[in-house]
């Protein structure tokens, strides 16, 4: 997948990476990264698992789909890990702290993005879809407002200096 669409909005995303089954895509106007893994392996019989970057985004079940793309589509400067892991449904990490500009590399491969990925998070917690903002995890949709207030007042900041 070269391309790919999400579905509130219509954004397209670039792929600028591509390893087999995992890819990095991003997106320009919202300087916005999604990192698409799948499990190489299957746990059971230890075999290659035969996961595709549309089973990620296939098993983004109910409404968990919406939030992965109200994450993608409705914060700027963002850094998504979206991951499928071996005989479950997907995962997501939306990272709103993490500028992808910090990231982007003509040069850095799939892994790379991932480890770098890694090092910007804080401890997660036990839940199948995470956001992170100001430096702590949070579940999906659970973020206090007074959190979101001082975000939202930090990036005015930013913008006015």
Same mark, same amino acid.
Not at 40 to 45: F, H, L, P, R, S
Not at 119 to 138: D, M, Q
């Given at each position: 997948?070269?391309?790919?669409?999400?579905? %509130?909005?219509?954004?397209?995303?670039?792929?600028?990476?591509?390893?087999?089954? /995992?890819?990095?895509?991003?997106?320009?106007?919202?300087?916005?990264?999604?990192?698409?893994?799948? #499990?190489?392996? @299957?746990?059971?019989?230890? /075999?290659?698992? $035969?996961?595709?970057?549309?089973?990620?985004?296939? +098993? %983004?079940?109910?409404?968990?789909? #919406?939030?992965?793309?109200?994450?993608?589509? +409705?914060? /700027? @400067?963002?850094?998504?890990?979206?991951?499928?892991?071996?005989?479950?449904?997907? #995962?997501? *990490?939306?990272? +709103?702290? %993490?500028? !992808?500009?910090? %990231?982007?590399? !003509? $040069?850095?491969?799939?892994?790379?993005?991932?480890?770098?990925?890694?090092? $910007?998070?804080?401890?997660?917690?036990?839940?199948?879809?995470?956001?992170?903002?100001?430096?702590?995890?949070?579940?999906?949709?659970?973020? !206090?407002?007074? *959190?979101?207030?001082?975000?939202?007042?930090?990036?005015? /900041?930013?913008?006015?200096?």
């Amino acid at each position: 997948m070269k391309i790919i669409t999400l579905g %509130l909005e219509g954004t397209e995303f670039n792929q600028i990476a591509v390893d087999g089954e /995992n890819a990095v895509y991003y997106n320009a106007d919202l300087n916005n990264l999604i990192i698409v893994r799948t #499990d190489a392996i @299957n746990d059971e019989t230890l /075999n290659k698992n $035969n996961d595709t970057i549309e089973d990620v985004f296939g +098993y %983004l079940v109910r409404d968990r789909f #919406d939030k992965f793309c109200a994450s993608a589509e +409705y914060f /700027n @400067n963002s850094t998504i890990w979206v991951h499928k892991p071996w005989h479950t449904t997907t #995962d997501f *990490v939306a990272n +709103y702290d %993490l500028n !992808p500009k910090t %990231l982007l590399s !003509p $040069n850095r491969s799939v892994k790379g993005y991932t480890r770098a990925f890694n090092k $910007n998070c804080p401890e997660l917690i036990p839940y199948k879809l995470i956001e992170i903002i100001n430096g702590k995890a949070y579940r999906h949709g659970e973020i !206090p407002e007074a *959190v979101f207030e001082a975000y939202d007042a930090k990036l005015e /900041n930013n913008m006015g200096a």
